[in-house]
């Protein structure tokens, strides 16, 4: 399951271009969850599961640690300011977005990272016929004077409560997670 997971998260950060960028962070986080779905209707089951957990704001309706999104835009740049329920504010910036996956990139954080690109994604399992993966990865580096060890404990913990919630909500679907 673990070389599972790496291969998502490998597959999610070169998809999404973080292979390509000028500075490559040295540190990768990745939760994946995967979902039960009927074989026959797998693409309806993976816009309803999109249209569930994959809204820009609606991090705030499945992370636990989330007390609030609001939206906003620079021109044409969206961004979403997350409240979280210590009272810490997390600005982020929509980098890219489809149909069932979208990327972003912290802006303003109190988190112990700098350089931080992450992809969420809801797709098809290209291994097992009847499954969705939801899938959240990140690419990042310890901000300066944080170690390694702090900056990967905090994002994992952050996906994993993510990940644990969607699964709670969506209960006897979730099959297995990683």
């Known amino acids: 399951m673990k070389k599972v997971l790496f291969t998502a998260v490998a597959v999610c950060l070169s ?3 973080f292979g390509g960028a000028a ?3 040295s540190l990768t986080s990745g ?10 209707k797998v693409a309806d089951e993976t816009n309803a599961l999109w249209k569930q957990f994959g809204d820009w704001c609606a991090i705030a309706e499945w992370h636990p640690a ?10 044409d740049t969206p961004y ?7 009272g810490g504010k997390i600005k982020e910036k929509l980098v890219d977005q489809s149909d069932v996956s979208y990327r972003y990139e ?5 988190l112990p990272v700098k350089n931080y690109q992450a992809q969420f994604s809801i797709v098809p399992d290209d291994d097992d016929l009847d499954e969705v993966n939801i899938v959240w990865a990140a690419t990042y580096d310890a901000a300066d ?16 409560a993510g990940i644990e919630s969607i699964e709670a909500k969506l209960g006897e679907k979730a099959i297995d997670k990683d």
Do not use: Y
Not at 31 to 40: A, R, S, T, Y
């Open 66 to 75: 989330v007390k609030s999104c609001v939206e906003s835009k620079d021109g």
């Open 23 to 25: 500075h490559a962070a």
């Open 80 to 86: 979403r300011t997350l409240t979280l329920e210590d």
């Open 106 to 110: 912290i802006i303003e954080s109190p």
């Open 145 to 160: 004077g944080k170690d390694d060890r702090d900056a990967r404990e905090t994002i994992d913990g952050i996906f994993k």
């Open 31 to 40: 939760k994946k969850l995967e979902v039960n779905v009927d074989p026959k």
């Open 15 to 17: 998809v999404a271009g």
